[in-house]
C-alpha cells in the first residue's frame, strides 16, 4: 500500500511539473541558412511551391520569372501578397520560389501558403498572426476522383426508359 502512495505521489509531482512547463510561453528559434533565408514547402490542391525568402526589396520570382510574367490575374497577385500585407512586411522580403503541378490557382495557393510557412519559420513572432488569418493550415481539399458506374465523379449516366 505503502508504495503505491508513493507512485501516486510522483504522479501528481510529475503532472505538476507538466501543468508549470505548459504554463510557460514556448520560445521558437528563426531558422535560416547560411545565405539568410528561410525554407517552406506550401501545398493547394496538386501544385506544390517550394519557396525561399530572405531580406531584400519584394522582388517575387517564380520559377525564374518575376510575378507580374507568371500571374496574369490581379487576383493571383493579389492572393500571393496577402501573407506579407497581414504580417505588415510588404516589400521586405524577396521570394524566390519554384511551383510544380496543378493550375494556376492552385499555384498561388500553394506559393501563398509556402510564404506564410517560410515567414512563420524566419520570424517565429508572426506565427500568432499568420495562424489567426488561417495561412499556416494547408487548405487539403482536392478533386474528388471518378467512380466506376458514373460518368464523372458524381455525375451518373443518362437514364434510359426504353
Not at 505503502?2 to 505548459?22: R, Y
Not at 520570424?123 to 495562424?131: G, Q, Y
Not at 487539403?140 to 467512380?147: G, I, M
Amino acid at each position: 500500500m505503502a508504495e503505491k502512495i508513493e507512485s501516486l505521489k510522483d504522479i501528481k509531482a510529475a503532472s505538476a511539473k507538466a501543468e508549470a512547463a505548459a504554463g510557460e510561453a514556448v520560445v521558437r528559434k528563426a531558422k535560416r541558412d547560411k545565405f539568410g533565408r528561410s525554407y517552406a514547402t506550401g501545398k493547394r490542391k496538386d501544385a506544390v511551391a517550394r519557396v525561399w525568402i530572405k531580406p531584400g526589396k519584394g522582388n517575387i520570382t517564380i520559377n525564374e520569372k518575376t510575378l507580374d510574367q507568371y500571374f496574369a490575374r490581379p487576383v493571383l497577385k493579389m492572393i500571393i501578397n496577402q501573407p506579407f500585407e497581414v504580417a505588415n512586411r510588404v516589400n521586405e522580403f524577396d521570394v524566390v520560389c519554384t511551383v510544380k503541378g496543378g493550375g494556376l490557382s492552385g499555384q498561388a495557393g500553394a506559393i501563398k501558403h509556402g510564404i506564410s510557412k517560410a515567414l512563420n519559420e524566419y520570424e517565429p513572432e508572426l506565427r500568432a498572426v499568420l495562424k489567426k488569418a488561417g495561412f499556416l493550415t494547408r487548405d487539403d481539399r482536392t478533386v474528388e476522383r471518378k467512380k466506376y458506374g458514373r460518368a464523372k465523379a458524381r455525375r451518373s449516366y443518362q437514364f434510359s426508359k426504353r
